[in-house]
Structures are given as C-alpha cells and as structure tokens.
Nanobody, 128 residues
Framework: AQLVESGGGLVQPGGSLRLSCVAS????????IGWFRQAPGKEREGVTC???????????YYLDSVKGRFTISVDKAKNTVYLQMNSLKPEDTAVYYC???????????????????WGQGTQVTVSS
C-alpha cells in the first residue's frame, strides 16, 4: 500500500491550500485516515482524522487549533483524501503527512502510533 501527498507550498497568512493524498493498494472504505503534521523541533501532532467509510461529522475529529479552518474530505471514487486549509497562520507551518490504519467500521483515531501506512509528507509554509 502507498499514500502519496501533494499540494503543499508557500502561502501568505490568511491564504488557503488544499492537500491531496492518493491511496493505492488499499481501499479507503476500510480505513481510518488521518492528517498529521510536524514542525521543526516539535513533536508530530494529529491534525484531523475521519473514517473512509463514513466521513460525516460524527466520525471526524479536528485538533482544536484548526477547527473551523481545516476540513478533511474523502473522494471514494478517486480513493483520495483531501485537507482543505483556510485562514492559514504561520504556526500551521509544518510537513504534513497523511496516514491510514484499518479499524472497525466508522472507527477513527488521532493517535499517530496506531497508524500503519504513511505518506512521504508535503511541506506547508505560511509566511509573508
């Protein structure tokens, strides 16, 4: 299985980016998917997670600092997960990773150590 992220870049504060994570070798329907980030000198943190089988609000969680600004979504037809990031702040600067783990239907987790598959990461830099 492989996860490939794209969409990172340099953006000014207040701007937007959309990250994509294309999955191959696994069907997202059976997995929980998370986005994580790691800034220089800081520990990795979970940003958001959802269920590949049910990405409704009841199965989606966000880090408090990104609530209302970031949105995770799943396109089952494309086997792709998106992270829409709006109102970006300098403190959002980090390498962003998508990850997947096979859990029960509708189950999710924001604990990185529980994830089995990881992408290579994409750099997001928010700076004027």
């Amino acid at each position: 299985a492989q996860l490939v992220e794209s969409g990172g870049g340099l953006v000014q504060p207040g701007g937007s980016l959309r990250l994509s994570c294309v999955a191959s070798g696994l069907t997202l329907d059976y997995y929980a998917i998370g986005w994580f980030r790691q800034a220089p000198g800081k520990e990795r943190e979970g940003v958001t997670c959802t269920s590949g089988s049910d990405s409704s609000d009841g199965s989606t969680y966000y880090l408090d600092s990104v609530k209302g600004r970031f949105t995770i979504s799943v396109d089952k037809a494309k086997n792709t997960v998106y992270l829409q990031m709006n109102s970006l702040k300098p403190e959002d600067t980090a390498v962003y990773y998508c990850a997947a783990v096979r859990l029960g239907l509708g189950e999710v987790t924001l604990t990185g150590n529980e994830y089995d598959y990881w992408g290579q990461g994409t750099q997001v830099t928010v700076s004027s």
